[in-house]
């Protein structure tokens, strides 16, 4: 135990690793905060970088961007509507209308602080259940993986807006743009029509920029000569009293992210956007309708995405396993620095776990400390007059797009999917499910076919399998509920056991 | 030595006589930072390989090597760029084995035919793994097993092409009969975590990627796709089992760095001189060690021969399984 606490403070007695510590976390929240750049890129950069370093140096520094990476995406995402990373779409559903009211200042705030509560759970977690959690999420098979997209594609229903069957043909779309490309599992290039161009794909980084980003400015210029928000800085701070408000659900959200960073195909984007669905299913009484400024709809994502940063060193720490992209980079750096990352990573080098999670809980105080200063310089940003905003907004949009694989067809792909999302925005259509097409359709498709492959292609095989297994059964009875739920069955139903469970008591 | 007025002129002709200042300026190549471009993303083998090495080039040349990953299209897309640029020996390609199969599976018309191999940095060995409950101990026992239940024991694989689609094709072309239910995954990674939690039953992945789940007894080794043994490793050599195999080995995937054919032959030579020295440095070494890979450092017509033999096996291996689009004999690949 001692040994523990020792690993666990060498980054908090040593100067010099604190320093790395406070500057990744710094350098992190700028480099979430610009579209395109992302974590798993710097942290990759970082590798040549650090090379001559010591590991316990080059890892200080990677865990300080991780921490304020995953945080640094959600200010782009409520100040200009454009997500910083894909873990912050779900932020900008709420943020950005947050943004619109004058309260930006205010979301900046509650954002920072329960990424900070979401941050520590992720953290507890790590320090806690270890291994335990990196076993069940070895247990999630394909099946399980599939059932889960499905899941989140049912988030499609809340993100609607005005008409379901819009919402619907939305989500198509996105899952239409995500099966552009080779496919890998055959070799197959699809919808490419014969151009090596589109072999590659389309980003879905740069479909979130363009819907976001670009559409958005092209909408504002309707009003562009409107006055800006004037924006509302003070109690920038929450208070305690709306930090305990909304703690159970940021308690909530945060085991989701824990959960969801842990399972080694899947990381902080899916989890915020499960959190945020979570959300809007549980809480009955928002601040405002979600979608129009409610707060619960910035606290579920960005807990979630921060719980998953401790989520994701979970597998990676105790099996050697990614829990996401940025943990497969640090893998990486790891086996470059001359260590072993698998099994016995604990085994040969006992301190790393408890070093890693000392720099954690400094970075997630560094966030916190860093995120709550400067927020008033940036809700100003809000009040800056559309014609010179909304060409920054484009800048900005096109630089990041560029930044996402140094590809010029993704500037293109982001430029198009701008016109085409302000299209549809004009038509009443929400750009949300497009973009959660995008993601979750090759989940759902991939893990179908592996499935299905694995069954060999056997339908009764198949429905056997959604039964399989405890987990498997908890997720297929979750969708078939929330399914029942918006079908005019479920009042029906619910009467029924009411009526019964009233029967019973007498 | 006379100094007088005949050997001044013999002098000046001599400098006359010298090649112009444009071959003096490509002798002080790299003048500027070379760009590298790494055909896959970020946290991959390709990655780490190219990471691990470049601060030593750097040291060599004397000049920075800026990397970027330019993924997509199992690497068609970063290939294509460097193709894009000018031949002058600033754009270097970091590249895996997957070029070489661009032509059969019909992705691009380019390979490494159309660049000139600095250095082949190092390769992979495949190793046969297997969940750690199943019931077999070796690779005999896995051929038996599966012979007597066709196309039920699944494999994990990364999709045509990939390193277990191969070596099952190997397998398949010395075992009659040789049928499993190929489940394809995003990567070596998720395919060899899904055999961790006995989601598949047995599949092919490099021994850097499998080392550490084999020694900590959560996956287990079959047997080694090559001539001879691991060190660290106690199972033996495929050919052990099935001596056919020889002739397709030694095979695996590899890493090299490459420039466009038509690279002027001085900085080729500059460029080539400090890549093989990097890749035979005890730290590049050392590094290969440590990941699992053996170190190759060979570079110009001993890395062109490896290039041809390694196409010629793998595309021909992929047309007997009939999962080729493009007959190699018509990509002038010859049969072995």
Not at chain 1, 288 to 295: K, S
Request: charged share 15%; proline share 6%; hydrophobic share 50%.
């Amino acid at each position: 135990m001692e040994t523990a606490l020792g690993y666990f403070l060498m980054s908090w007695l040593d100067p010099f690793l604190l320093l790395l510590v406070a500057v990744g976390t710094l350098a992190g929240i700028y480099i979430g905060a610009i579209p395109g750049l992302s974590v798993t890129m710097a942290v990759s950069i970082l590798i040549s970088f650090t090379y001559a370093w010591d590991t316990n140096e080059a890892l200080a520094l990677m865990v300080g961007i991780y921490m304020g990476g995953v945080y640094g995406g959600s200010r782009t995402a409520i100040l200009l509507n454009i997500p910083g990373a894909p873990a912050a779409i779900a932020t900008a559903l709420d943020g950005y209308p947050l943004a619109k009211l004058g309260e930006a200042g205010r979301a900046i705030g509650v954002t920072t602080v329960v990424s900070f509560l979401g941050g520590f759970v992720g953290i507890a977690a790590l320090a806690l259940g270890a291994p335990l959690v990196a076993e069940i999420s070895l247990m999630f098979a394909p099946r399980d993986y599939m059932l889960l997209g499905i899941m989140g594609l049912l988030l499609v229903a809340s993100l609607a807006g005005e008409s379901l069957v819009k919402g619907v043909v939305a989500g198509a779309i996105g899952m239409l743009i995500s099966m552009i490309g080779l496919d890998t599992m055959s070799a197959q290039p699809r919808l490419t029509f014969g151009s090596s161009a589109l072999l590659g794909g389309v980003s879905y980084v740069a479909v979130m920029i363009g819907m976001f980003g670009i559409a958005e400015a092209l909408a504002q210029l309707h009003g562009y000569a409107a006055p800006a928000v004037k924006q509302k800085v003070d109690k920038i701070v929450p208070s305690l009293s709306t930090v305990l408000r909304h703690l159970p659900l940021t308690l909530r959200a945060s085991a989701i992210g824990v959960w969801i960073g842990a399972l080694p195909g899947a990381g902080g984007d899916i989890a915020a956007l499960m959190a945020y669905d979570h959300a809007k299913r549980s809480v009955k009484k928002p601040s405002r309708p979600f979608g129009q400024g409610a707060y619960e709809g910035l606290v579920a994502p960005e807990a979630a995405n921060n719980a998953a940063v401790g989520g994701a060193f979970i597998p990676m720490l105790t099996l050697g396993i990614p829990g996401d992209a940025v943990t497969a980079v640090i893998i990486a750096a790891l086996f470059i620095h001359g260590l072993r990352p698998g099994p016995n990573l604990m085994v040969d080098t006992p301190h790393l776990f408890w070093f890693t999670v000392g720099n954690l809980t400094l970075a997630n105080i560094f966030l916190l400390v860093f995120g709550l200063t400067g927020i008033r310089l940036f809700a100003k940003i809000v009040e800056v007059p559309k014609a010179i905003l909304l060409p920054i907004v484009v800048v900005l949009s096109v630089v990041g797009a560029y930044a996402i694989n140094n590809n010029p067809a993704d500037v293109w792909w982001a430029v198009g999917f701008g016109i085409f999302g302000y299209v549809l925005k004009v038509y009443g259509y929400q750009l949300g499910p497009v973009v959660l097409g995008v993601i979750l359709g090759p989940i759902v498709e991939a893990n179908f076919r592996r499935t299905m492959i694995a069954v060999r292609e056997s339908w009764a095989g198949f429905a056997l399998e959604l039964v399989s297994h405890p987990i498997t059964l908890v997720l297929t009875i979750g969708i078939l509920l929330s399914i029942l739920r918006g079908t005019p069955l479920w009042p029906k139903l619910v009467g029924m056991l009411r009526g019964r469970a009233v029967d019973a008591s007498r | 030595m006379r100094l007088n007025r005949r050997t001044l002129l013999a002098g000046a002709t001599a400098l006359a006589a010298l090649p112009p200042p444009r071959i003096a300026g490509a002798q002080e190549f790299p003048a500027r930072p070379i760009q590298g471009t790494i055909q896959w993303g970020a946290g991959g083998s390709t990655d780490a390989v190219t990471r691990a090495v470049a601060p030593i080039v750097e040291e060599k040349l004397g000049q920075k090597l800026v990397l970027t990953n330019r993924p997509g299209g199992t690497g068609v897309i970063g290939m294509q760029y460097v193709h894009g640029q000018r031949a002058d020996g600033y754009n270097i390609l970091f590249g895996a084995e997957n070029p070489q199969l661009y032509g059969v599976l019909g992705l691009s018309d380019l390979s490494y035919k159309d660049f000139y191999p600095l250095v082949l940095l190092a390769r992979g060995t495949p190793v046969l793994v297997a969940r750690k409950d199943a019931p077999w101990a070796d690779a005999k026992a896995l051929i038996d097993h599966v012979l007597a239940n066709p196309d039920t024991v699944k494999m994990g694989a990364t999709g045509v092409g990939g390193l277990p689609f191969v070596v099952h094709a190997m397998l398949a072309a010395q075992v009659p009969g040789f049928k499993v239910t190929q489940v394809p995954f995003d990567g070596d990674g998720p395919a060899l975590t899904a055999l961790e939690g006995g989601h598949v039953d047995f599949m092919a992945a490099v021994w850097g990627a499998a080392r550490e789940r084999i020694r900590a007894g959560r996956i287990k080794a079959l047997a080694v796709i090559a001539n001879e043994r691991l060190e660290g490793l106690d199972a033996a050599p495929i050919t052990a089992t099935l001596p056919g195999f020889a002739k397709y080995l030694p095979w695996g995937p590899f890493f090299g760095a490459f420039v466009k054919k038509e690279t002027p032959e001085p900085i080729v030579a500059k460029l080539e001189k400090a890549f093989v020295e990097a890749a035979n440095d005890p730290r590049f070494k050392e590094f290969c060690a440590n990941f699992g890979v053996v170190p190759m450092g060979i570079g110009g017509k001993e890395a062109i021969a490896f290039l041809e033999r390694w196409q010629s096996v793998t595309a021909w291996l992929l047309a007997d399984a009939g999962a080729a689009k493009v007959d190699p004999a018509t990509l002038g690949i010859k049969r072995l």
